[in-house]
């Protein structure tokens, strides 16, 4: 019928701005002044106080950044991540175990699946667009040779292999000892900045001013995007997307 409504399938996730952050800062150049002879080194002094602000941020937007990972295992007491059960890395031959797993899922995930993404629809994740996150333990037996192995790529390009490995200390949680890894689409991770501003504010009276950097960002994930994560939690079923 050329002239039936054929309405697209189409599902809506809305990602709010959830974290407005300032950090405040004063200087007063007079006193600060006094402690040095000259003036080059007062400026670079003042050029690292700065730079400790932006420090700030960072650290912050790690640790936020981090926080979605546990968030997506744990809130409302649900497992959003399509679950696969590995042992645990201790040695090179339990690291190769692991780089089999991922190796294979990786592949898996290059064709059309409603399996590996929490809101069950129906897609795909080139290689290109994989990135794998692992913890300094599991990297600890991971050299290039076997994330080359993991994702099937040349072992003569270490640079493109690291460009889709990120390392953390931990996977927001420090206690999380059982998982070794997870493989998600670069779409997993949904994080914009919706407003990086410096204001200053000077004090006449007293000679000091204050600056304050106001950072607003949206920090979130996509249920859409395909998310494995590789644990040693026994899972029931890895095919049925969470292991419940």
């Known amino acids: 019928d050329v ?8 599902k809506v996730r809305f990602h709010i701005v959830n974290s407005q952050l300032v950090y405040p800062i004063s200087i007063s150049k007079v006193n600060i002044l006094q402690a040095f002879n000259n003036l080059p080194a007062f400026e670079d002094f003042l050029s690292k106080v700065f730079e400790s602000v932006y420090a700030s941020a960072n650290l912050d937007e790690y640790l936020q950044t981090k926080q979605l990972i546990q968030f997506y295992a744990t809130n409302d007491s649900i497992n959003r991540f399509f679950d696969v059960q590995v ?23 290059e064709f059309m699946s409603n399996k590996y993404n929490y809101a069950g629809v129906t897609t795909h994740t080139p290689k290109e667009d994989q990135v794998l996150l692992i913890n300094t333990d599991t990297e600890a037996y991971m050299d290039v040779n076997v994330l080359a192995y993991a994702f099937n790529m040349e072992k003569a390009d270490p640079a493109a292999i690291v460009s889709k490995v990120v390392t953390l200390d931990d996977f927001g949680d420090e206690n999380d000892t059982a998982t070794q890894a997870i493989l998600v689409d670069r779409d997993w991770f949904m ?34 995007a395909n998310a494995v994560r590789f644990t040693t939690t026994p899972v029931v079923n890895e095919e049925s997307g969470t292991g419940e």
């Open 191 to 224: 994080i914009y900045s919706q407003l990086y501003q410096m204001e200053e504010q000077n004090n006449a009276l007293h000679l000091y001013f204050n600056r304050f950097l106001h950072i607003w960002k949206v920090y979130s994930t996509s249920e859409f």
């Open 3 to 10: 002239f039936a409504v054929n309405k697209p399938d189409v």
């Open 87 to 109: 042992s645990a890395v201790s040695d090179e031959a339990t690291a190769k175990a692991l780089a089999t797993k991922i190796r294979a899922y990786s592949n898996k995930l």
